[in-house]
Structures are given as C-alpha cells and as structure tokens.
C-alpha cells in the first residue's frame, strides 16, 4: 500500500468520524456533462446536503 493510498484512507476516516459518508475513487459527471474524479467524496446530511471533495497527494523530501 503507497504513502498517498494510506493517506486517502486516514482521511476517509477522520470525516467518517465525523458524520460523513465517504466514497474514495469517485467518478461525477457534471451539469455541463463533464466528467471529475475524486480521490475521496464525503457527504452528510438528507436534505440540506454538504459536500466536501479532496484530492490527496504525498511526497517525500
């Protein structure tokens, strides 16, 4: 498993903790029909949806 696939899933599960649902490698297709991958797609709430996306990356120095 590489350094940035571990840090995809640290985060999925911080905001997991904190009451979102997490989907990591997502496809969306936009209104204008394009399409956006994400490395990581968190939503909470029904009705009044917050969407929060991240890409992540990791280098070393």
Request: charged share 30%.
């Given at each position: 498993?590489?350094?940035?696939?571990?840090?995809?899933?640290?985060?999925?599960?911080?905001?997991?903790?904190?009451?979102?649902?997490?989907?990591?490698?997502?496809?969306?297709?936009?209104?204008?029909?394009?399409?956006?991958?994400?490395?990581?797609?968190?939503?909470?709430?029904?009705?009044r949806?917050?969407?929060?996306?991240?890409?992540?990356?990791?280098?070393?120095?």
């Amino acid at each position: 498993m590489s350094y940035a696939h571990q840090f995809e899933v640290l985060l999925a599960e911080l905001y997991t903790r904190k009451g979102f649902r997490v989907e990591l490698n997502k496809s969306v297709v936009g209104r204008s029909w394009a399409k956006h991958e994400f490395d990581g797609y968190c939503v909470r709430g029904k009705y009044r949806k917050k969407v929060l996306v991240f890409e992540a990356k990791y280098s070393m120095n």
